[in-house]
């Protein structure tokens, strides 16, 4: 069993920044990739940004140059840098977690959800 623990959001103005954290632990054979994904009211979610195992990294266009992902393979954590917020970026910001099994299978870990919320 996995559990994943969030930390960060909260409310900041314009043109601030934030930082989240998500850590796994429990039974890991490995790790396929680490990401984290939004939704705002009204919205589906989206992929905010996503770091795979060998260092490849993929983001939304919106946040390209403000957002940087990172993971510390050693702790099994994943992080997000999010600078120069903007009101379009107030969303849940969920943890996932792509683990691959001992037997070769693929499963998706979720968080329960950190709120950001960028308003002056």
């Known amino acids: 069993q996995v559990q994943l623990v969030e930390s960060g959001g909260g409310l900041v103005q314009p043109g601030g920044s934030l930082r989240l954290s998500c850590a796994a632990s429990?039974?890991?054979?490995?790790?396929?990739?680490m990401g984290w994904y939004r939704q705002a009211p009204g919205k589906q979610r989206e992929l905010v940004a996503v770091?795979?195992?060998?260092?490849?990294?993929n983001y939304k266009d919106s946040v390209k140059g403000r957002f940087t992902i990172s993971r510390d393979n050693a702790k099994n954590t994943v992080n997000l840098e999010m600078n120069s917020l903007k009101p379009e970026d107030t969303a849940v910001y969920y943890c996932?977690?792509?683990?691959?099994?001992?037997?070769?299978?693929?499963?998706?870990?979720w968080g329960q959800g950190n709120q950001v919320t960028v308003s002056s």
């Open positions: 996932n977690v792509n683990v691959r099994t001992g037997l070769g299978r693929l499963i998706d870990y």
């Open positions: 770091i795979m195992s060998i260092g490849y990294t």
């Open positions: 429990g039974i890991i054979y490995s790790i396929n990739s």
